[in-house]
């Protein structure tokens, strides 16, 4: 059949209207292996949404952090999903800066998120973030090295037991370390093991009045052990390693001991991923002389700013990748242990519980977690790793920089402690407290 050049060039036209139609949602993540996931599976989403086009922006952790709080405080609107935790989903929200999760769909099975998970990314009752993964912290540790030590692992090891193992373990000769420790400069990576080491030994970050308290006894204690442990028990370099690289160094077989986030289960645990994973254990995160505020609660959440042109595609996106459905099918592509953890009740099945090893400890950290009371003393603020004020992102920047400068030995711990106590009072004073 002839078709006529006319028609030929309508119907060209329609389709390169139809080709323009399709809108593009640019999604701003963190590198972490689950996101990476995330962004590989999401070819299943772009089919189900022919009208959709993802546009990743995927980046380092403190980048990603600068990247997202410079846009969204500048309204310049370059990303149409944003990967946020508690923190920013409360503060950003309360500002009115991130679209509100409301009319989820039907599917969507909201109440089946854990109320902590769900409250930690709300203000006032409403979401403005829906989580991707939760998170608590925990300890992992090599079972094979400890049985050759002649060494048991209590179930909730103390600070002091956790460094004594390590010194037993540390081989340096051989590549391997005693324990792997967060060392990286940031309110989000060293600062926030940092702080949950301070809250076991008692410490805060302010009193009641707002005032910082990093030159008392349980904070010049907490830090000395910090210090002392991980430089004379940890890797070359620790200053220079966060969550990846501890990871990294933990599945290549150079840890002995590492204290980090419960969502690093599946990966210590998967043989595809670590040369460790049919020797490694699970237990609680380290307590010294209280539990309270030694394990962190977190979430990586997903988050649509109110300078989004594309807010429904977003909300498709946003609504499918944080849903019972993407968590089938990562089981049925990556197997159930590699299930984003920490978020949803349903994750955890029996056919979970028996596939995932951290499972439990996960679930039961994730209980016990209380943000409102972090520590052993009256607290002004909420957050157990952070502190959910406006202030603290530069402040704990700040003081995350110190630290690691006192890691390096460049700084003696009681000349950074009273230089962190002297930055923080003036940001406080600065930005009016008490309020």
């Known amino acids: 059949m002839k078709i006529s050049n006319a028609l030929i060039g309508t119907g060209c036209l329609a389709l390169a209207g139809f080709a323009q139609a399709a809108e593009t949602v640019t999604i701003a993540t963190v590198n972490n292996a689950d996101m990476i996931r995330m962004q590989r599976l999401s070819q299943t989403f772009e089919q189900q949404h022919p009208d959709i086009d993802l546009e ?3 980046l380092e952790e403190n980048v990603l952090r600068q990247r997202l709080t410079t846009d969204i405080a500048t309204q310049s609107g370059q990303f149409d999903v944003l990967t946020i935790g508690m923190y920013e989903a409360s503060l950003w929200g309360e500002k009115g800066w991130l679209a509100p999760m409301t009319d989820l769909p039907a599917d969507y099975a909201v109440d089946d998120v854990f109320p902590s998970v769900r409250e930690g990314l709300s203000v006032d009752g409403t979401l403005y973030a829906l989580p991707f993964y939760g998170e608590s912290s925990m300890t992992y540790y090599r079972t094979d090295l400890l049985e050759q030590a002649g060494l048991d692992m209590p179930e909730r090891p103390t600070w002091t037991q ?12 051989q ?32 009193d009641e009045q707002w005032m910082p308290e990093f030159t008392s006894p349980e904070w010049r204690k907490a830090t000395q052990f910090y210090v002392d442990t991980l430089s004379s028990y940890g890797p070359p370099g620790a200053s220079s390693n966060g969550f990846n690289e501890n990871l990294a160094l933990f599945n290549s077989g ?51 700013p109110t300078t989004s042109k594309q807010k429904d595609a977003a909300m498709a996106f946003v609504t499918w990748a944080t849903s019972q459905a993407y968590a089938s099918l990562v089981a049925e592509t ?31 950290s994730l209980k016990q977690v209380d943000p409102a009371n972090p520590s052993a003393k009256p607290v002004p603020y909420i957050g157990i790793q952070l502190v959910t004020i406006p202030e603290f992102q530069a402040i704990g920047t700040q003081v995350g920089k110190m630290f690691s400068a006192a890691l390096t030995g460049q700084m003696p711990v009681e000349q950074m402690l009273a230089a962190a106590q002297q930055s923080t009072a003036r940001e406080m004073k600065r930005a009016g407290y008490p309020k």
């Open 56 to 58: 990743w922006v995927v």
């Open 162 to 173: 956790i460094a004594e193992m390590a010194g037993k373990l540390h081989k340096p000769e």
């Open 175 to 206: 590549e391997q370390y005693g324990i792997c420790l967060r060392g990286k400069a940031g309110w989000g990576e060293n600062m926030a093991l940092v702080t949950t080491i301070a809250n076991a030994f008692g410490a805060r970050w302010f």
């Open 254 to 304: 150079k840890c002995a001991i590492w204290v980090d986030a419960t969502v690093a289960g599946s990966f210590v645990s998967d043989p595809s991923q670590s040369k460790v994973a049919d020797s490694v254990g699970f237990t609680f995160a380290p307590h010294e002389t209280t539990e309270k505020g030694s394990a962190w609660l977190y979430s990586w959440a997903l988050a649509i």
């Open 334 to 364: 990556d197997g159930v242990a590699n299930v984003p953890p920490g978020t949803r009740a349903s994750t955890y099945s029996e056919a979970y519980m028996q596939a995932a090893p951290f499972a439990e400890v996960t679930l039961e």
